[in-house]
Structures are given as structure tokens and as C-alpha cells.
């Protein structure tokens, strides 16, 4: 069911070139099984006035990884959670935190896989999914989720005001995490599944999840994306529509033309128009939602 991970990606290039961009600490370089990236389309936000680059975050007595990016200087601010796509935390992930931290939020995004494995060392995607991911319960997720919110509010975030977004995997995260964390005010979803069968370690999907939503989410999907059929954003709707409050405030828009993963810029599926329409209406979902 992970299956839209690989719709866009490229054969891997020679051997010289996965070892130069295989990211060596979190939120430096790509994934291998991502590789070659499209360098040139790849956008580069400074970190020039943040606190960037990688914490260590306390689960019990567990340290887990992360990469954190926050405004010089400012106390309170609010707090989103970035959650990857299967390739872990690399310089995409860790852009899209900078970007955020450049609005006024205090951003942290956690390797969720670092238990079962280093996603950034696969390079054939089916042993990534098969080794790693599919090992993942989405519980310890949850958890590990909470503690980075915790974390934040221990350097001096208002966790009360709190948001999450991610991408593919992420964005499934997203819807459930929002219906996990009663605190969350908002969330974005960007491309994640929406239903699918269940497991032990996956016992539920965002359909499944849709009445017990604490903060409206804005979920933004592709068209053309074959991994995740329309279909399954129908059912998602009503599912939203026939739910409490928060779910009715919750919002999907598609971008007809798009395929999955279209706000990856280092990857050929990027399409600029939607990805720059969905990142303007992220920012502006986190302000109306109590994140402002």
C-alpha cells in the first residue's frame, strides 16, 4: 500500500554519484534509493537568522534524531511538526522546516524510522519498504510524535499552539496524528493515503479517523496521482462531512493535473504552480487555525 512511493522516482545513477548525495546526518543530502535528484530544480532556503540543524530528542530512554529550525531569539513561537516521506529526514524535509521557521514557527522534524533502520541507506525501494517501513507501528509514531512536541515546549515553543504536516507517509501521519493529539490545532496533508487495509501495526486509516479529528486539516492531493485514487479522496470527504466539527472544517483540494509528490523539488515529479499554490495555502491554513 506504500505503493505511490515509487511512482516518480528515477533509476539510481553510478555509484560516485549515489555516495556524494547519500545524506550523512539528518536533513544533510538524499536518500540513496532517491538518487539521482534533480539538482537543478532543487530550492535551497537559508538558514541565515535560525537555529538549524540536528537534536536529539528524549522518547523515555530512547534519543531519537531530528532536525529543528527555529527564529534567532524568539520565545513562544508556535510549533509545527514535519513528517517525512519513506526517505527519512534528508535536505528536502529539512528545507521545508527552514521555510517554516522563516514564517515564525518552530519547526522539528524527527526520523520516525530510526528504529527499524536507516532509510537513507536503502537503495532499492522494495527492501526500504520491506525492512524498514513496514516495521513501523504507528503508535510508536504517535509517541514519538508527542515527545518532539514536548521537546519543543521544553526550548521555550508554545506547544499549545501546534501544528503537523507531512508528506506521502507524512501526510497519512498528518490526518492521524490530528485525530491522536487532541491538543493539535491544524495539520496539512500533503499527498499521504487515505485508507488501505489495516494490521497490528497499523490498525486504522485517515478514513477511519475522520470523526475524531481535534484540528481541521487541509489535505492537498494530485489529480493524477496513481497511487492514491480519487475514489479514495471521495470517501475521504463524506467521511469528513458526516463527522464532528473540526472534521467539517477540514478541507481537500486537488490539483487535476498533478501526480504524486508534486511538492518534491528534487524529484521529476515537482510541478511548480501547485506545489508554490499548496505551500501559500499551508501557511495560510496554520494562521487562520490558531498557529498566527
Given at each position: 500500500?506504500?505503493?505511490?512511493?515509487?511512482?516518480?522516482?528515477?533509476?539510481?545513477?553510478?555509484?560516485?554519484?549515489?555516495?556524494?548525495?547519500?545524506?550523512?546526518?539528518?536533513?544533510?543530502?538524499?536518500?540513496?534509493?532517491?538518487?539521482?535528484?534533480?539538482?537543478?530544480?532543487?530550492?535551497?532556503?537559508?538558514?541565515?537568522?535560525?537555529?538549524?540543524?540536528?537534536?536529539?530528542?528524549?522518547?523515555?530512554?530512547?534519543?531519537?534524531?531530528?532536525?529543528?529550525?527555529?527564529?534567532?531569539?524568539?520565545?513562544?513561537?508556535?510549533?509545527?511538526?514535519?513528517?517525512?516521506?519513506?526517505?527519512?529526514?534528508?535536505?528536502?524535509?529539512?528545507?521545508?522546516?527552514?521555510?517554516?521557521?522563516?514564517?515564525?514557527?518552530?519547526?522539528?522534524?524527527?526520523?520516525?524510522?530510526?528504529?527499524?533502520?536507516?532509510?537513507?541507506?536503502?537503495?532499492?525501494?522494495?527492501?526500504?519498504?520491506?525492512?524498514?517501513?513496514?516495521?513501523?507501528?504507528?503508535?510508536?509514531?504517535?509517541?514519538?510524535?508527542?515527545?518532539?512536541?514536548?521537546?519543543?515546549?521544553?526550548?521555550?515553543?508554545?506547544?499549545?499552539?501546534?501544528?503537523?504536516?507531512?508528506?506521502c507517509w507524512g501526510g497519512r501521519i498528518t490526518w492521524l496524528y490530528a485525530a491522536h493529539n487532541p491538543a493539535l490545532k491544524a495539520g496539512v496533508a500533503w499527498y499521504g493515503r487515505l485508507q488501505g487495509a489495516t494490521s497490528a501495526l497499523n490498525p486504522k486509516h485517515p478514513v477511519d479517523v475522520a470523526a475524531a479529528l481535534s484540528g481541521p486539516v487541509l489535505g492537498l492531493y494530485g489529480g493524477?496521482?496513481?497511487?492514491?485514487?480519487?475514489?479514495?479522496?471521495?470517501?475521504?470527504?463524506?467521511?469528513?462531512?458526516?463527522?464532528?466539527?473540526?472534521?467539517?472544517?477540514?478541507?481537500?483540494?486537488?490539483?487535476?493535473?498533478?501526480?504524486?509528490?508534486?511538492?518534491?523539488?528534487?524529484?521529476?515529479?515537482?510541478?511548480?504552480?501547485?506545489?508554490?499554490?499548496?505551500?501559500?495555502?499551508?501557511?495560510?491554513?496554520?494562521?487562520?487555525?490558531?498557529?498566527?
Amino acid at each position: 500500500m506504500l505503493q505511490q512511493e515509487f511512482d516518480t522516482l528515477v533509476p539510481s545513477g553510478g555509484d560516485m554519484t549515489r555516495r556524494r548525495f547519500v545524506r550523512g546526518t539528518v536533513g544533510t543530502g538524499f536518500a540513496a534509493a532517491v538518487l539521482p535528484v534533480a539538482a537543478q530544480s532543487v530550492v535551497k532556503t537559508s538558514a541565515e537568522g535560525l537555529l538549524a540543524g540536528e537534536v536529539m530528542i528524549p522518547v523515555g530512554d530512547f534519543k531519537m534524531p531530528a532536525y529543528r529550525a527555529a527564529p534567532v531569539g524568539r520565545k513562544g513561537a508556535p510549533v509545527v511538526l514535519v513528517v517525512s516521506e519513506i526517505f527519512g529526514v534528508h535536505e528536502h524535509i529539512a528545507d521545508v522546516a527552514r521555510r517554516l521557521a522563516h514564517a515564525g514557527y518552530f519547526a522539528v522534524a524527527p526520523e520516525l524510522f530510526v528504529r527499524q533502520g536507516d532509510a537513507s541507506a536503502y537503495g532499492e525501494i522494495a527492501k526500504l519498504l520491506a525492512e524498514v517501513i513496514a516495521k513501523v507501528p504507528d503508535a510508536q509514531v504517535m509517541g514519538d510524535l508527542d515527545a518532539a512536541l514536548a521537546w519543543a515546549k521544553g526550548q521555550g515553543a508554545d506547544s499549545s499552539r501546534a501544528g503537523v504536516t507531512g508528506f506521502c507517509w507524512g501526510g497519512r501521519i498528518t490526518w492521524l496524528y490530528a485525530a491522536h493529539n487532541p491538543a493539535l490545532k491544524a495539520g496539512v496533508a500533503w499527498y499521504g493515503r487515505l485508507q488501505g487495509a489495516t494490521s497490528a501495526l497499523n490498525p486504522k486509516h485517515p478514513v477511519d479517523v475522520a470523526a475524531a479529528l481535534s484540528g481541521p486539516v487541509l489535505g492537498l492531493y494530485g489529480g493524477a496521482d496513481t497511487g492514491i485514487p480519487q475514489d479514495s479522496v471521495e470517501k475521504m470527504r463524506a467521511a469528513l462531512a458526516a463527522a464532528n466539527a473540526a472534521a467539517r472544517s477540514s478541507e481537500i483540494v486537488v490539483y487535476p493535473e498533478a501526480p504524486h509528490a508534486f511538492h518534491a523539488d528534487y524529484r521529476p515529479s515537482y510541478r511548480k504552480d501547485a506545489a508554490e499554490d499548496g505551500w501559500r495555502r499551508c501557511l495560510t491554513w496554520f494562521k487562520a487555525n490558531g498557529l498566527g
